[in-house]
């Protein structure tokens, strides 16, 4: 595990709030200057702390305005291999993540919809479909609070 300090964690908490900051800008911030805040977030790439930028897409502005969680168990383990299942279910575009958790469900899939009634088409014509697909259980999200979580 890679040594981390107090500078790297202001770091990483001000670009998981911020993933566009430059090194001269978070140099500014945190003291330092161009090059040494480069060869931080270097490190910290390098070290595979720092897995990548991404820009967040707000969906409701694109008119994606349902998030549904979607629990999905496996009709029978063993009829169909879960990459089989992982690959197919990825290929659906409202599909965000794909999760294979430990639990009463095989799989907690995140899918964005324009409305319930595009959910409903989703998951009748695309999920229900799909070799495997045993029990659902859809839980639709109300509200979201991002937390970054501990660094």
Known sequence: MTEIDDTDRAFLRALSADATLSAGELGRRFGLSQPAAWRRVKRLSDAGILAGRRVEIDHEALGFGVTVFLGVKLAAKGRVSLEDFERAVAAIPEVQ????????????????????????????????????????EANVLLSEERRPGPI
């Open 97 to 136: 993540l794909v999760h294979h958790v430990l639990g009463l469900y095989d799989y907690r899939l995140r899918i964005v919809a324009r409305d319930l009634s595009d959910f409903e088409r989703i998951l009748r014509r695309r999920i229900m479909t799909l070799q495997g697909v045993g029990e659902v």
